[in-house]
């Protein structure tokens, strides 16, 4: 994924409102396509059903789409955007825990928690990592985020652990 090719379906609910602003000010200046589906204010609302708008605009949108939600620890975001086939939301608190979802674990969808990544800087640099690593593409990973989507349903065939699994 790069974020130049990339569409950005944005959410938050009141815990992650100020964050979400952050982002969406800075996709902005950047010139990265993004759709922003709320909340808009501080009053209270309930996160999930941030996380379903987002979650669905990025399982229909395919390879190009993410998301991106912040909540107050980003948890709750993440539970209810998997609950959505096709999506592997990381709550990421940090560039490396980005790095390696974006890398390792295909993700498709940030979440990020607002009350855990106080700062405003370190929420860019999380998203700016996220939106630019790609998958690693090696076998063991492949195999892994199939096995996931195994579990939703896919075909038997992508749930079957490769024989010669290297560890790592
Ligand atoms: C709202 O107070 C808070 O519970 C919510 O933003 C989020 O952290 C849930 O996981």
Excluded at 132 to 150: C, K, M, W, Y
Aim: net charge positive; aromatic share 6%; glycine share 12%.
């Amino acid at each position: 994924m790069v974020a130049k090719n990339v569409k950005v379906y944005l959410g938050a609910d009141h815990g992650g409102f100020k964050a979400k602003e952050a982002i969406r000010h800075w996709l902005k200046e950047k010139g990265i396509e993004f759709e922003d589906v709320g909340t808009y204010s501080h009053e209270p609302v309930d996160y999930p059903t941030y996380a379903e708008k987002v979650a669905k605009a990025v399982a229909q949108g395919g390879e190009h789409t993410v998301g991106i939600l912040a909540c107050g620890t980003g948890i709750g975001m993440s539970m209810a955007a998997n609950k959505v086939k096709g999506i592997r939301a990381a709550v990421c608190h940090d560039e490396f825990t980005a790095q390696m979802a974006r890398e390792h674990n295909d993700a498709n969808l940030l979440c990020l928690g607002e009350r855990v990544v106080q700062t405003g800087g370190e929420t860019l640099k999380i998203v700016q990592k996220f939106l630019d690593t790609p998958f690693s593409n090696e076998e063991r990973h492949g195999r892994r985020v199939g096995l996931i989507a195994g579990i939703e349903g896919a075909p038997a065939k992508a749930r079957k652990p490769a024989a010669r699994a290297k560890k790592k």
